[in-house]
């Protein structure tokens, strides 16, 4: 007789959604750097990968108004995105999701009004957790690649100030190709116009300010630009994001060990 010791959660992962939708394709990709982040997270409290221990998860995939575009109407309308997103919050609540994630960047100007009507799910706040993610590598300056909504917020502007690292912005010109990209690029299937207004920004920063490091602050950024045609490195949000809301879903699961007794031959 021999003895074999097989780790197992000690309990079970907590059930979480994602907020999508902004656009679509942003919001699949963000389910698969989730699932890539719990893998990670699991073979880090040694449980063993299968499918059973990957956590319940919800994708609220809806059709929500343009977001930099509401962010410059002063009066409520029903090209509004704060409603449809606290009804797609509102279903994902009603599953019994504890913690969510909000799949675009610009919608985090809702954050506040999400959180505040829901207040039994955690609303992940993407800008944070990045800006927190910088400064424990010790990133002292960064630039921003986002849409005009992201910067007229002033979301990461703020997160990052609080972190103690330095925002740099794009000038007017580059903002434009920047959304020329997203709108006529990823949004439009055009991914080779994207990938070179992208590309473009990303490498003027770098000549003229010397950055090191770009943040791709709008979730179409890196379905159409990688480090290579940027020149730098890039941070992804969704990843930061996906990483958190893994580390909520298994938050209080550990690893225990079960003794099984097997018969050798």
């Given amino acids: 007789m021999m003895t074999a010791t097989l780790s197992v959660p000690a309990l079970q992962p907590r059930m979480v959604g994602i907020l999508g939708g902004m656009g679509p394709a942003a919001g699949a990709d963000f389910v698969r750097l989730f699932v890539e982040a719990c893998t990670r997270r699991m073979e880090a409290l040694g449980i063993p990968v299968r499918d059973q221990a990957y956590p319940e998860h919800w994708l609220a995939q809806v059709p929500i108004p343009d977001r930099t575009a509401a962010l410059g109407e002063r009066m409520p309308s029903a090209s509004q995105p704060a409603e449809p997103m606290a009804q797609a919050t509102g279903r994902l609540a009603a599953l019994g999701v504890q913690a969510m994630a909000i799949a675009c960047n610009t919608a985090h100007a809702w954050h506040a009004e999400l959180q505040q009507r829901f207040p039994q799910v955690t609303v992940l706040h993407g800008m944070r957790e990045v800006a927190a993610a910088l400064s424990a590598a ?13 910067y007229d917020t002033g979301l990461y502007q703020a997160a990052l100030a609080e972190q103690g690292v330095v925002c740099v912005l794009p000038l007017p010109h580059e903002r434009e190709q920047l959304m020329q990209g997203i709108y006529g690029g990823v949004k439009a299937g055009d991914y080779a116009l994207a990938r070179s207004r992208f590309a473009a920004v990303s490498q003027a920063l770098r000549e003229r300010e010397g950055l090191f490091t770009l943040i791709m602050g709008c979730t179409e950024i890196p379905l159409a630009l990688d480090e290579a045609a940027a020149g730098t490195r890039l941070v992804n949000p969704s990843q930061v994001l996906a990483e958190a809301l893994a580390r909520h879903a298994y938050a209080g699961v550990q690893a225990v060990a079960k003794a099984e007794t097997l018969a050798s031959a």
């Fill in 138 to 150: 010790r990133e002292p300056r960064v630039g921003l690649l986002a849409t005009q909504g992201s």
